[in-house]
């Protein structure tokens, strides 16, 4: 079946960098939409990024953009999203999510690792 194993969250300060990666099996890799959310406290879950199946194609949210970089590893399976010069406000869980590229709809998520940042 399809696994999607999120690592790298934890306690960062303000202003810090993390990365986080996302490793799929039992799906053919190249041929998915590769994206992440968050969920803050109390708040909805929203769309942070997505590494495109068509290669070197990225999309972000508004708040991220400049700050994160998304990418992908086609060899390894592996999604990843580089957070740089976070905030306080980014402190949530954060969730790999995979898109058939014929698909609208994301069917399926990682566990979700926790990214906090104090101020």
């Known amino acids: 079946q399809v696994q999607l194993v999120e690592v790298g969250g934890g306690l960062v300060q303000d202003g810090g960098s993390l990365r986080l990666s996302c490793a799929a099996s039992?799906?053919?890799?190249?041929?998915?939409?590769m994206a992440w959310f968050r969920q803050a406290p109390g708040k909805e879950r929203e769309f942070v990024a997505v590494?495109?199946?068509?290669?070197?194609?990225?999309n972000y949210t508004d708040s991220v953009k400049g700050r994160f970089t998304v990418f992908r590893d086609n060899v390894e399976n592996t999604v990843y999203l580089q957070m740089n010069s976070l905030t306080p406000e980014d402190t949530a869980v954060f969730y790999c999510?995979?898109?058939?590229?014929?698909?609208?709809?994301?069917?399926?998520w990682g566990p979700g690792p926790q990214v906090t940042v104090s101020s």
């Open positions: 039992g799906l053919t890799f190249k041929n998915y939409n």
């Open positions: 999510a995979a898109r058939h590229r014929l698909s609208s709809v994301y069917h399926f």
């Open positions: 590494a495109s199946w068509r290669r070197d194609i990225a």
